[in-house]
């Protein structure tokens, strides 16, 4: 059974650098595509970055775009996320994401097939 769980979440003040990791067990796959949502209170989970689990192409949402970094160790645990930047309205919980299916024209939509529990990350302003 593949589990995630996120880390690295806390609480920082706007500009500063935040790095989550998802460290995933029973993960053997190889193939679709890794991702991290964030989902703040009384708003629907959007897209935050995505990348191909082949050949490590990303993927941003616009308002992280130049900002976050996402990045895959396959040694190691399998989806970083390096945030830099953060301004207040990053705040909210992010939740990684995996899905050996994923093609690339439904990389941004939150229906992936596994998740973490998340993990909070708030920003000061």
């Known amino acids: 059974q593949v589990q995630l769980v996120e880390s690295g979440g806390g609480l920082v003040q706007a500009g500063d650098s935040l790095s989550l990791s998802c460290a995933a067990s029973g993960l053997t796959y190889n193939g679709g595509a890794l991702a991290w949502f964030r989902q703040a209170p009384g708003k629907e989970r959007e897209f935050v970055a995505a990348i191909r689990w082949n050949g490590g192409y990303t993927y941003y949402a616009d308002s992280v775009k130049g900002r976050f970094i996402i990045s895959r160790d396959r040694a190691k645990n399998p989806v970083y996320l390096q945030m830099n930047s953060l301004t207040p309205e990053d705040t909210a919980v992010y939740y990684c994401?995996?899905?050996?299916?994923?093609?690339?024209?439904?990389?941004?939509?939150?229906?992936?097939?596994?998740w973490g529990q998340g993990t909070q990350v708030t920003v000061s302003s």
């Open positions: 994401a995996a899905d050996p299916a994923r093609i690339l024209s439904q990389i941004r939509q939150p229906d992936y097939k596994l």
